[in-house]
């Protein structure tokens, strides 16, 4: 019922393009997070402070799976249409 509007204000390649951009985030993050924990064994970084981002990041983390769980299920109802999946195949989307 609602595909036609959904696929005609392209909702579809916006999910796409948010998907990608919190996966790359969510990785610049984690590097961030490993980079801190580096410097918190050599005593270079006050343990607190890696306490305070550890829990950020799990906020964060948890706030981008339900935000991606539903961009994919969004991208999965769409999919329902054979050309909306092929065009998903030719943007790597599997």
């Given at each position: 019922?609602?595909?036609?509007?959904?696929?005609?204000?392209?909702?579809?390649?916006?999910?796409?393009?948010?998907i990608e951009?919190y996966v790359?985030?969510?990785?610049?993050?984690?590097?961030?997070?490993?980079?801190?924990?580096?410097?918190?064994?050599?005593?270079?970084?006050?343990?607190?402070?890696?306490?305070?981002?550890?829990?950020?990041?799990?906020?964060?983390?948890?706030?981008?799976?339900?935000?991606?769980?539903?961009?994919?299920?969004?991208?999965?109802?769409?999919?329902?249409?054979?050309?909306?999946?092929?065009?998903?195949?030719?943007?790597?989307?599997v």
């Amino acid at each position: 019922m609602f595909h036609p509007v959904v696929v005609q204000n392209q909702v579809g390649d916006v999910c796409i393009k948010t998907i990608e951009f919190y996966v790359k985030r969510l990785q610049t993050r984690k590097k961030d997070m490993d980079k801190s924990e580096k410097k918190a064994a050599k005593g270079e970084v006050n343990e607190a402070d890696i306490d305070k981002e550890r829990i950020l990041y799990t906020k964060f983390s948890r706030k981008t799976e339900k935000l991606l769980s539903f961009c994919f299920s969004l991208l999965y109802n769409l999919a329902e249409d054979l050309n909306i999946e092929r065009k998903m195949v030719k943007r790597k989307i599997v």
